[in-house]
């Protein structure tokens, strides 16, 4: 006995270790040779390790950006506190979160083998944000859960998801690729298919946005942390400022924060924080799922003949460069208007986290756009921002405040926010 | 020889072409050490070639490496050719 709980405390309860497991499992099944299996096993730990350590770069920077906003909307109520955090919760419960993700990939593969929904999920980095984000909700909703209880749980609503949700969005993706070879494996489905209904029923098919001229040289939007670090660094400068002519004892105190620094150098420099916090979670992120996708493909294109992989949004953007810049547009200039608005009527600083906006802002525009042109393509946009403002405001303030508020922050997105009450309600009933 | 898979957020869309670039090279026979990443960690990273699409590689300065553009990271017919044409 002793032994085994020594195993389950050192192996299973260990998440880097655990996901150093999986790892070489999906190495050796790969067949690859042994410099390969030591170097893969290595960047897997690695990565899962450098995660916590950016996360709280991230918490840093956010828990001056929170008070900074709450005082120029002169916001009363608490401000981010007494939170597990992600470094904190991975320790907690990253073990579970990693063996849900491979379960969750097998039945996800039992099912594209035994129904006719033939769809593969490969999109490593969301699997991981989204797991996390539902098993943040599900300890927030049932307290101290069991490590199997919540296991089971995830992976079997992540293997429903990873299949069902490329066959909702399959229809429109026909009609974008103009071929049935491959899906979209991503959390921007929801808003997406709202992008696509929206289009339909206001928008206008003919002004397709590939036939408008756009102006050159917005590449630079395609670099995630240039977008996010002028993003933030203009929302901190434009806070800063009001906040450096306010004379209220918040003010005063946030202005003290800085030292003998300028509080508007200082607030800068959290923004390319932020951005600098964000880059290292990814390049951790980056160093175990580069490891894990390739053998998950592997196992599925052994077991399931004809598969679909599910891809990155991205996959749709060559098909409608224009409707990208629209929707990416729509859903910036709706950010800030959210982040007034709900800053106003329920009290929230709104963080527009630019790699959703983005990522998800374009694909809605995509999908717009196939239907509704270019109108259709901003309100794919728009729309985006809705789900994600809103819901951005609803999973932090009520799914999850206690447990991973920070994460939620800037990597949940937009289906994590539709189905979060769902995966609340399910987690109050079973556990 | 070292070779970058790049897109923009250096996350889910480089990692699949990775994927399908190793896959190109066992073809070939060509054995390479293949890395997926960000369009900025790329342009600081010593490198034989950058694997990438139209625009980013306008985004991609101060690299000595051979920038080689594939527009559709799905289609291996597509790396294959452009592997080929650039790979001495």
């Known amino acids: 006995m002793a032994v085994i709980q020594w195993l389950a405390t050192n192996f299973f309860g260990t998440p880097a270790i655990l996901l150093g497991l999986i790892v070489l499992i999906g190495l050796l099944l790969q067949k690859k040779n042994s410099s390969q299996v030591i170097s893969g096993t290595t960047k897997a730990i690695i990565g899962f390790l450098i995660i916590s350590a950016g996360a709280n770069i991230i918490v840093g920077a956010l828990t001056v950006f929170e008070p900074l906003w709450k005082e120029v909307f002169n916001l009363q109520g608490q401000t981010l506190s007494d939170f597990m955090g992600q470094d904190k919760f991975n320790a907690k419960f990253g073990s579970a979160v990693t063996l849900a993700m491979t379960l969750g990939f097998l039945i996800n593969v039992l099912l594209a083998r035994f129904t006719k929904f033939k769809y593969i999920y490969l999109t490593g980095h969301m699997m991981f944000w989204t797991t996390t984000i539902f098993a943040g909700i599900v300890v927030q909703t049932a307290g101290d859960v069991s490590f199997w209880k919540l296991v089971i749980f995830l992976s079997i609503i992540m293997g429903i998801y990873w299949t069902f949700q490329p066959a909702l969005t399959q229809p429109i993706m026909r009609k974008i690729m103009g071929n049935d070879n491959i899906a979209l494996g991503h959390t921007s489905a929801s808003v997406a298919l709202l992008g696509a209904w929206l289009g339909k029923i206001l928008g206008n098919k003919e002004n397709d946005s590939e036939k408008i001229k756009l102006p050159k040289g917005l590449e630079f939007l395609r670099d995630s942390n240039v977008i996010t670090a002028l993003t933030m660094g203009i929302l901190f400068l434009v806070g800063a400022i009001i906040i450096s002519f306010k004379n209220t004892p918040g003010a005063a105190e946030l202005v003290a924060s800085s030292g003998d620094q300028n509080f508007i150098i200082y607030s800068i420099i959290q923004s390319f924080t932020f951005a600098g916090g964000i880059a290292v979670v990814l390049m951790g992120v980056r160093m175990f799922i580069g490891e894990i996708v390739p053998a998950f493909n592997g196992i599925a294109t052994k077991i399931v003949p004809g598969a679909k992989p599910a891809l990155d949004a991205p996959v749709v953007f060559p098909f409608a460069p224009n409707a990208v810049v629209l929707g990416f547009l729509g859903g910036f200039i709706g950010a800030l208007l959210w982040l007034i608005v709900i800053g106003n009527t329920v009290a929230y600083v709104f963080v527009p986290t630019m790699i959703v906006l983005f990522f998800h802002g374009a694909t809605a525009g995509v999908f717009g756009n196939a239907t509704g042109g270019v109108r259709g393509a901003l309100l794919g946009g728009f729309i985006t921002s809705t789900v994600v403002a809103w819901g951005q405001y609803i999973t932090v303030k009520m799914l999850l405040p206690n447990t991973i508020p920070d994460t939620a922050m800037w990597a949940a997105d937009s289906d994590m926010f539709i189905l979060g009450p769902i995966i609340r309600a399910l987690a109050a009933v079973l556990f | ?88």
């Open chain 2, 1 to 88: 020889m070292k070779i970058l898979c790049v897109c923009g957020l250096g996350q889910g869309t480089s990692l699949i072409l990775r994927m399908n670039v190793e896959t190109v090279l066992r073809e070939m026979g060509v054995s390479a050490d293949v890395e997926h990443m960000d369009v900025s960690s790329a342009s600081g990273m010593a490198a034989d070639y950058i694997v990438t699409s139209n625009e980013l590689a306008q985004s991609i300065s101060g690299t000595d490496a051979k920038v080689i553009i594939v527009n559709n990271y799905f289609d291996q017919g597509e790396i294959k050719a452009a592997l080929e044409e650039n790979l001495q």
